[in-house]
């Protein structure tokens, strides 16, 4: 992959990053030979379809998080935050590891909750929007990200997003979002996600802040920024 990535570079003029983190790690691990790397984030994807519940809808209020099913995604420390109440955790993606899956699952009886998971493995589009329209919360855990997508269309929703202060999450979710501590300690993101819930009831965080922060990454600002570079390449 990094042979992959340098030859790119060697053929670019400039080079683009999606977020700074992304850029940091360009740097750091590649010879981009003096070329300007720039930054532009993408845009949100707004769902303009109509969202279908799945075949087996949640009979209880659900925490739920997508993404595939691999370590990097860090989902295994979610059942924790289950103990305490009557959530179910729903997780939908493509499963690369049953290993990984198992070890989810572990975690859950280790709680006490592994009736409450669900590994739903990939959901149709028109399935996954369900899921964010009507979650009591999402979760994106994740470890290693470029960008981070899944955050922005569940805040499209409003929704309380509860996430991980690693790679790019914090510069994409902003102050938008509540964080687990850094090192997942499970007691204290039982506590972290129990107070977030509080504090999103009580609205100490303005659901239509998290719906504009979302709508601020457009398609149309990332064309225009790419539109700038190829201008200014061309002044040159």
């Not at 997508?66 to 995604?73: C, E, R």
């Amino acid at each position: 992959n990094r042979l992959h990535y340098q030859h790119s570079i060697n053929k670019a003029d400039r080079l683009v990053a999606i977020s700074e983190i992304e850029k940091k790690d360009i740097l750091e691990h590649l010879d981009v030979k003096g070329k300007k790397v720039d930054v532009i984030y993408n845009g949100l994807y707004e769902f303009k379809g109509t969202p279908v519940p799945p075949l087996e809808v949640p009979d209880r209020p659900f925490i739920f998080t997508v993404g595939t099913v691999i370590d990097k995604k860090n989902f295994h420390v979610l059942p924790s935050i289950l103990v305490g109440n009557d959530y179910e955790l729903i997780i939908a993606g493509l499963i690369c590891s049953e290993p990984y899956a198992q070890m989810i699952m572990d975690e859950a009886r280790k709680w006490g909750v592994e009736d409450r998971v669900k590994i739903t493995g990939p959901v149709p589009e028109e399935v996954k929007y369900w899921y964010l329209q009507h979650c009591a919360a999402f979760s994106f855990p994740s470890i290693s990200e470029g960008f981070a997508m899944p955050i922005l269309e569940a805040m499209y929703y409003g929704k309380p997003v509860f996430v991980s202060d690693h790679t790019c999450i914090p510069e994409i979710a902003g102050d938008c979002a509540f964080y687990f501590n850094h090192e997942f300690d499970r007691r204290a993101m039982q506590e972290e996600f129990a107070k977030g819930m509080d504090a999103f009831a009580r609205h100490e965080i303005d659901p239509q802040k998290i719906i504009d922060h979302a709508k601020s990454f457009t398609w149309a600002r990332t064309a225009r920024q790419y539109f700038d570079i190829y201008e200014e390449m061309l002044g040159e």
